[in-house]
């Protein structure tokens, strides 16, 4: 590992030791560790590929146009999207999913305009945020993510789509393979990700999708009936999702 890796290292432990003081050092060191491994085996992709473009390419230019009256909706979202059945969870709906595990908003908004704008939606389901705060792509200030988050709220009123930010889910480390997970997503940042949503939402006319107040236990954590590591929604958590990213939606089209 290089000097400059290691160094990085070092500085990604002690951001995550200085909100998680209930953990001990090699617990934090163990999680810097995790994440830094994840971004090198992902960096020869990303130097060709940064905002994972071919993933959709094909099925981008082999979808049709909305038919007439046909409301579209685009999920656009990291992992807990892309792992989400959507055609499961709302049978018969012209609901498309365009998840990217591990991604980050910057790499959604270069992906943007092939994998929603192109595609005619009527909304847009953006659910993010949470690798940001983890840093996966890079240490990154919430104020940066708000500005991605706006600049494609921005992008979709241009073309007529109605935005719906979901908040980010809270984490827990109630199982052994949360730990890791839950230590690179500061909870605080969470909540105030989340309430910068809000207030966007609400000066902007787009629609708020709470999942956090739905998912979160007494002690301000991911309930763990919801997620095995931590993180991602299991079956439970998706059946819960459903309804009130369909409510979401349905405020959306209403909305003039």
């Known amino acids: 590992m290089s000097g400059g890796r290691i160094a990085g290292m ?13 953990q001990s050092a090699a617990d934090c060191a163990a999680s810097a560790k995790s994440l830094e491994e994840w971004r090198v085996s ?10 994972e473009l071919a993933r959709y390419r094909a099925a981008d230019g082999a979808l049709k146009a909305p038919a007439a009256g046909e409301k579209r909706v685009v999920f656009m979202g990291d992992s807990i999207t892309d792992i989400w059945a959507i055609e499961k969870y709302f049978p018969g709906k012209p609901y498309v999913n365009r998840g990217i595990g591990g991604q980050t908003t910057p790499q959604m908004l270069i992906r943007f305009r092939p994998d929603v704008i192109n595609l005619q939606p009527a909304v847009v389901v953006i659910l993010a945020g949470t690798n940001d705060i983890a840093g996966n792509t890079g240490p990154m ?16 009123r241009v073309h007529n789509i109605r935005v719906v930010f979901s908040s ?24 105030e ?18 999942y956090f107040s739905a998912t979160v236990d007494a002690h301000g954590l991911l309930k763990k009936e919801l997620a095995e590591d931590g993180l991602h929604p299991n079956a439970a958590g998706y059946a819960l999702m459903a309804p009130l990213a369909e409510a979401a939606i349905q405020k959306a089209l209403r909305t003039p």
């Open 10 to 22: 070092i500085f990604l432990v002690a951001l995550l030791c200085g909100w998680a003081f209930s």
């Open 168 to 191: 980010v889910l809270p984490v827990h480390n109630y199982t052994p393979n949360s730990l890791n997970l839950f230590l690179q997503r500061s909870p605080e940042k969470i909540l």
């Open 141 to 156: 200030s919430l104020e940066e993510i708000e500005a991605n988050y706006a600049s494609m709220a921005e992008l979709a």
């Open 193 to 210: 990700l989340n309430r910068w949503m809000r207030d966007y939402c609400s000066a902007n006319g787009c629609v708020y999708l709470d």
């Open 42 to 51: 992902k960096a020869p992709e990303l130097q060709n590929d940064f905002g």
